[in-house]
């Protein structure tokens, strides 16, 4: 956790204190979110919000020998996006804001009902009216439920299609032991480029010139995702406690991919990316997870090992922390930690 108060900016302060109360292990998918934080009129922030909406995932249909059709339609309709834009509040008389008072950089946050719960008043407050640093833009990329999260609709946009699989073929699959789909992390990459990110920078007038991305479990894959698939996408990636143990690391089929990409491209990606792991113990403990519990057996590369490996490349430009926290802990605690370092 972090430490050495003294003499620390009134925004670390706060995110200390809120730090040392986490989440509880095991999410609640049943308690609706409390979004007071969106209508506090001493948040420091003004929020807009935007809806938008995917077409149902394509599925398969596969022959068994018998001769029957076994159709794949565990989850196969629309998902409904609710983004909440959060722009640092101005002097009286300045809103609609002027592009030159804007914060040159956006995080985005996915999970964002859950991020959102887990904020208040006082410590966007102390985000927005920090001396240090430019009160970041934020963009909390949420689902249009009342409550934390829409278990099937992030297990599809999150994680990403099977690298083995042939072009053209990446369709949606099963995931192993759940009745939902996998593999949708294109098309959502896809709908934050195309749709989401050119609504936030027709809010602001301008696109920023610096933009980062959060996500913790499937969000934290879908966070390396982009680093792995699509560099060019952000400039700091923030991956909390990420479902490496997910079909057998295929993400470490990604970070291998990535490898192989020109020496010049690589050294270049090196020093202009950043990139933030964090990491729960819940290998340690019989932990419930939002998603499944790792099975490390099946991990071609642990936490520690992947970590060391990714930072080895990115060297300053990554770091990575393991916090004695449950997989749901290190929710809150790698979100606040994000907003205090970006």
């Known amino acids: 956790m972090l430490n050495h108060q003294k003499n620390r900016p009134l925004f670390a302060l706060v995110i200390t204190g809120v730090m040392m109360s986490t989440s509880q292990a095991k999410p609640n998918l049943t308690t609706p979110v409390d979004m007071s934080v969106l209508h506090a009129a001493d948040s420091g922030y003004h929020f807009i919000h935007q809806s938008f909406s995917a077409s149902a995932p394509k599925t398969y249909s596969s022959n068994k020998n018998d001769g029957q059709t076994n159709t794949l339609q565990t989850y196969a309709k629309p998902r409904h996006y609710q983004v909440w834009l959060a722009i640092p509040k101005q002097p009286a008389g300045t809103y609609p804001f002027q592009t030159s008072k804007t914060s040159s950089k956006v995080l985005y946050m996915l999970d964002g009902?859950?991020?959102?719960?887990?904020?208040?008043?006082?410590?966007?407050?102390?985000l927005s009216e920090s001396a240090?640093?430019?009160?970041?833009i934020l963009v909390f990329i949420g689902y249009q439920t009342p409550y934390r999260f829409d278990v099937d609709a992030r297990a599809y946009d999150y994680t990403p299609p099977l690298l083995s699989a042939k072009t053209g073929d990446k369709a949606a699959f099963k995931e192993d032991g759940r009745e939902r789909l996998n593999g949708g992390a294109e098309q959502f990459y896809a709908m934050i480029e195309q749709e989401i990110k050119p609504w936030v920078y027709q809010q602001l007038g301008t696109k920023p010139t610096q933009e980062a991305l959060w996500g913790h479990s499937y969000g934290g894959l879908f966070v390396l995702y982009n680093l792995f698939a699509h560099p060019d996408t952000y400039q700091q990636y923030f991956s909390a406690d990420p479902s490496l143990w997910w079909q057998e690391g295929e993400m470490t089929k990604y970070w291998q991919a990535y490898q192989a990409l020109p020496k010049s491209r690589l050294t270049d990606l090196a020093k202009t990316k950043q990139l933030r792991l964090t990491f729960s113990q819940s290998s340690k403990q019989a932990a419930n997870?939002?998603?499944?519990?790792a099975n490390t057996a099946k991990m071609p590369l642990s936490k520690q090992a992947f970590a060391?490996?990714?930072?080895?490349?990115?060297?300053?430009?990554?770091?990575?922390?393991?916090?004695e926290q449950s997989h749901g802990e290190v929710f809150k605690t790698s979100l606040l930690e994000s907003l205090q370092r970006f």
Not at 113 to 126: E, F, G, V, W, Y
Not at 308 to 323: D, G, L, M, P, T
């Open 132 to 136: 240090s640093k430019d009160a970041p």
């Open 113 to 126: 009902n859950a991020a959102i719960d887990d904020l208040n008043t006082d410590l966007l407050r102390a």
């Open 289 to 293: 997870t939002l998603d499944t519990q």
């Open 308 to 323: 060391e490996e990714v930072c080895a490349h990115f060297k300053e430009s990554c770091r990575y922390q393991f916090f």
